[in-house]
């Protein structure tokens, strides 16, 4: 898939892709002044076949000997862009409401566990590193921690790029 993601650059003239065309504010670090740019918003068949994308790591994976993988989720990259309001701004199947936000990584999980044997999952609920916080986030994590029983997963590794005290949070990341 080229140039997934807000959190990168034009490459080959090639706009990013991001679920919604929403801005990171600031410059690309290590650069002299790279500014982030607007990505453009995924259409639906570019989700599906980052779906097949999935799929296709993980069988690559498994055909090199691994045994398991772990779907990163987290830390304000793709699939957590998904999962988060400020970020995802869709109103078709894949946004607007929680269970829509959270469909992608659950089809990712689905499509993964077909290829492998072992599957963990990363995400970060609570972390709003390259994402501005919103309150009904919540109801979105909320709505992804209970449906992650239903996946028979190795694990689930919750945590942020910075495990520091959360004040919106009030010392949890769910009101489950």
């Not at 453009?40 to 790591?57: G, Q, V, Y």
């Amino acid at each position: 898939m080229p140039n997934i993601d807000r959190l990168q650059h034009r490459v080959n003239g090639e706009k990013p892709l991001a679920p919604s065309a929403v801005p990171l504010k600031g410059r690309v670090p290590r650069t002299a002044d790279l500014q982030y740019e607007t990505p453009r918003a995924m259409t639906s068949e570019e989700i599906k076949k980052m779906l097949s994308d999935f799929t296709h790591a993980a069988a690559n994976a498994k055909k090199a000997g691994f045994d398991g993988v772990e779907i990163h989720a987290a830390n304000g990259y793709l699939l957590d862009q998904f999962l988060h309001w400020d970020t995802n701004r869709r109103t078709d199947e894949w946004g607007g409401t929680p269970e829509n936000m959270s469909r992608i990584l659950f089809e990712v999980i689905r499509k993964v566990k077909k290829e492998i044997g072992h599957v963990g999952v990363r995400l970060s609920p609570s972390a709003y590193l390259h994402l501005d916080h919103d309150e009904r986030d919540i109801q979105v994590s909320d709505y992804v921690l209970k449906h992650l029983n239903e996946y028979d997963l190795a694990y689930v590794h919750t945590g942020m790029f910075k495990d520091n005290y959360q004040p919106h949070l009030n010392a949890t990341v769910t009101n489950i």
